[in-house]
């Protein structure tokens, strides 16, 4: 389980088929003395992975190694990854942290794109598509996470997801890196998903 809040941003050195898997290879540089360790689970934007490999940098660093299942890469945005590009990335969180963001799980619900921003005041409304499937998954004023990050929603005109980045946020996460067209990975709110899932049981 995650919480939405970025604690640092890596950079892919490589990533490339490897039998029936895909090898993704990162380097990240935690804010703390907590570092990753082998099995551990890290949402990279956003997407649950398994430390299956570290190697500790003499910057204070780490390279760690995950493995992408056919499922994973088709359910995501990851199959436009490469080299170099930089990666939102949370280790899990712990039993008794406070919560900043809301509950993540790190299984991405689908994928959608960026279509426009726009700056106000240093801050950026950015305007994303997403599939029809999880438009009843999204609520005005409710949370929704982009690439692994923690959002309130703005607006939900048809088809489209609005949202708002503050500084901060813009200075802190990649999710502006790469413009518009830019694929993400979405994950809709947990509650939402129960509700509507509920729902379809409803007066059967």
Wanted: hydrophobic share 45%; proline share 4%; glycine share 12%.
């Amino acid at each position: 389980m995650f919480t939405g809040l970025i604690e640092a941003v890596g950079q892919v050195r490589s990533f490339v088929p490897q039998g029936g898997l895909h090898r993704l290879w990162l380097t990240a540089k935690w804010p703390d003395d907590d570092a990753a360790a082998l099995g551990d689970s890290v949402a990279v934007n956003g997407c649950c992975l398994t430390v299956v490999a570290v190697e500790h940098l003499d910057d204070g660093g780490q390279a760690l190694v995950f493995e992408l299942s056919s499922e994973t890469i088709a359910r995501t945005a990851f199959g436009a990854l490469g080299a170099a590009q930089p990666v939102n990335l949370e280790r899990a969180a712990k039993l008794g942290q406070r919560l900043g963001g809301h509950l993540v799980t790190g299984h991405v619900d689908g994928t959608g794109q960026l279509l426009a921003m726009q700056e106000s005041g240093g801050a950026f409304d950015v305007t994303y598509a997403v599939p029809a499937d999880l438009e009843p998954e999204l609520v005005v004023k409710g949370s929704v996470a982009i690439d692994g990050v923690s959002l309130t929603v703005n607006a939900l005109p048809p088809g489209l997801l609005q949202v708002t980045l503050i500084p901060h946020t813009v200075a802190h996460t990649q999710l502006l890196h790469g413009g518009p067209g830019k694929q993400v990975n979405l994950e809709t709110d947990l509650v939402a998903k129960h509700i509507r899932r509920l729902a379809q049981f409803v007066g059967r």
